[in-house]
């Protein structure tokens, strides 16, 4: 379950990166990328290895 919270914050951060190079989406993408930061917080917080 941790290595697919992993999988869907990186996805994340991608659609973050080319919304903010390419589309203008609002904030919608910006609420995403706050979501796969915390997702990645969770995981370094509960002790569980990343990669």
């Given amino acids: 379950m941790g290595n697919l919270l992993y999988i869907?914050?990186?996805i994340l951060?991608?659609?973050w990166l080319v919304g903010f190079v390419g589309y203008s989406t609002g904030g919608l993408i910006h609420?995403?990328?706050?979501?796969?930061?915390i997702a990645i917080l969770l995981q370094l917080i509960?002790?569980?290895k990343i990669a």
């Fill in 31 to 37: 609420i995403l990328l706050v979501i796969a930061v």
């Fill in 13 to 15: 951060v991608i659609a």
């Fill in 46 to 48: 509960q002790g569980k």
């Fill in 8 to 10: 869907v914050a990186v």
